[in-house]
Each structure stands twice: as structure tokens, then as C-alpha cells.
């Protein structure tokens, strides 16, 4: 019998290509979705156009305990896969409260569900390498003390306790997958990244001036999403549920990656990027680095997708992108 997938936050960009990913494993995929993203397909599930038409959409929201009951009672999935939460750490300051309770009770929430009524099912949280904040360790592993720097981490490290816990209390496949910054062209325009990029295609093409920037010696380890999806069905196909490290291992600065990209669209950055105080965030993660040995023992797993290629891919998508959509 064909395995079926719950993927919540399917319209983001780790959901898409995970659902791209698990379609062609020949799974039957389902999402849990916010009714307004059903009324507002344009806007809300673009990423999913390829797709739409193999996919099951069900309107159900992270902050309905009941609406999550019903999904999970109904499909009792071979896998859920937990991606959706308030994500952008710029909304995280800004309204702190509602990053705390979706993230924190959404996945409290689902992990309850499971319990309850369908225990056979096997969970992914995603968390995040925010968790790890002012680090404590370099470069950092599943070993590492958390020290979160935003309510968007601190959600993270609940939920990854709360993961933890589910298996450890009650038994469950509960892994955590504690994934580095991963990026790609289908990458919301709030990142760094998508804005440096799509601002790169935009100069090149003569529609703007110049790139604002707050923090640019801030450093990353940054991955191609479509080669992090891959390590999340890993986890989830191994006897024993564990939490693992996804990351490069290498680390560029804001600047770096800036650098680059002007570079590969015959540009020098120089002439265009501006400073600019207000970006700056009131307590920014500075450097994260993350040790990816023990996915590369248990999973297997090693990235495909080198930075330089990582930024050749987002440059070459935006200046598509600008050149058809004109903005
Ligand atoms: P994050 O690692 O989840 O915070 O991913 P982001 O892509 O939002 O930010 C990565 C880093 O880029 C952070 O340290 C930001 O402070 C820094 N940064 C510098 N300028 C900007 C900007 O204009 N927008 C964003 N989003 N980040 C910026």
C-alpha cells in the first residue's frame, strides 16, 4: 500500500520540494493549510502549481487543536512532517506572542494528536539552527547547548523538547531535524538571500538602484533546500528515531554571499550596496556552523549543492524571474 505524508506548511519552500520529493517516492501527500491559502491560490500556492493536481489539500490551522484531531484521525499518516510556523525572525520581534503560541502549541498540538489517535504515525519537527543563537560551541552538533536569540528560536527549542519528550515518554518516532539556513529560488523574499538576489536581477535589468543591508558580517552555513528535503525522509526511514544536524559544514558572511551574486550577474557589488542601520536586528545570531558527521555516518547524507552553486541557482531564477514577471 502506497505510504501516505501530512506535511504541514506545505506551501512554504521546504514543503514544496519535500512534496515534489515524496511524489516521486509515490507517496500520497497531503497538506495541512490555512483556509485563506485555499481561497488565494495565486498568492499563497504558487510554489505548488506543478503540483497541485496530485496533492490533498485540507483546510485545518496550527492553532485548532480540534481541526488537527480530525486530520490526523481521519488520514493517520505513515509520516507527518511538521514544517509550518510563524518562521521570518523580523515577525518574531514584532509580535512575539503569536510565534510563541502557534509554534509552541501547534506542535504540542500535533505531537498530543498523534498520541492519541494514530501512535503508529512517524513525526519530523523541523527545528532549526536558530536554536543554537549565541553559540556556545563552534562549529555546533546534536550535542551543542541551545541559546536561543528570538522568540522564533525559543518556540524552536520547545518544540525540539517537546519532540524529544513524545519519544522518549510515550514511545513515538518523533525525530528532530536541526536544519542550517537552506535556501533556494523559491525562498521568501523576507531572507536575505531572496532579497540580495532578487535585488541582484533587478539592478541588473536597470528596475532598481541599490541594495540595503543591515548586518552584512553576519555568517551563515547555508545549504540548498532541495538537498535538505532529501535528509528529512532519511531520518524518517531509519528503525530508530534520532535528531540530526543538516548543514554544509561551511561558513560565508552576508557579505560573501552579497559578493557573489552581484558577481555572477557581471556586477560589483561595490557600486551598489548600501548600509543601512535600521536593518539591524535588536539581537542578532552572528556566526552559526554546523558539524553534519553523524547524518553523514547514519543517513548517509552529505550536500549536493555547493554555495557557489546555491548562489549561481538563486541569481539565474531571479533574473528569469524579474525578466517575465517585471518586478
Ligand atoms: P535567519 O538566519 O533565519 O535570521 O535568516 P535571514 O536570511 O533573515 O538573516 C540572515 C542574516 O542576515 C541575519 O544575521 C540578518 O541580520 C542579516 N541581514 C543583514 N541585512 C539583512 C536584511 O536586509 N534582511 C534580512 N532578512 N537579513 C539581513
Redesign the pocket.
Known sequence: MAKTALITGITGQDGSYLSELLLLKNYKVHGLVRRVALEDKTHRLWRLRGILNKINLHAASLESYASIVKLIQHLKPTEIYHLGAQ????YAFKDEFSTLNTNINGTHYLLSAIKEFSPKSKFYFAA???MYGKVLEIPQTEKTPFYPR?T?GISKVAGFDLTRNYREAYNLFCCNGILF?H?SPRRGF??????ITHAVARIKLGIQKDL?????E?K?DWGHAKDYVEAMWLMMQQKKPEDFVICTGKQHS?KDFTKLAFKTAGLDYKKYLKI?KN???PA???T?LGDHSKAKKILKWKNKHSFEMLVKDMVASDLEFVEKEGY
Open positions: 518562521s521570518y525572525i523580523d532549526s539552527s536558530e528570538s522564533y539556513n535556501e523576507e531572507f536575505v538571500t531572496r532579497k540595503k543591508l543591515g548586518n552584512i553576519a551563515r552576508v543601512d536593518l539591524n536586528r542578532d545570531v552572528q552559526l
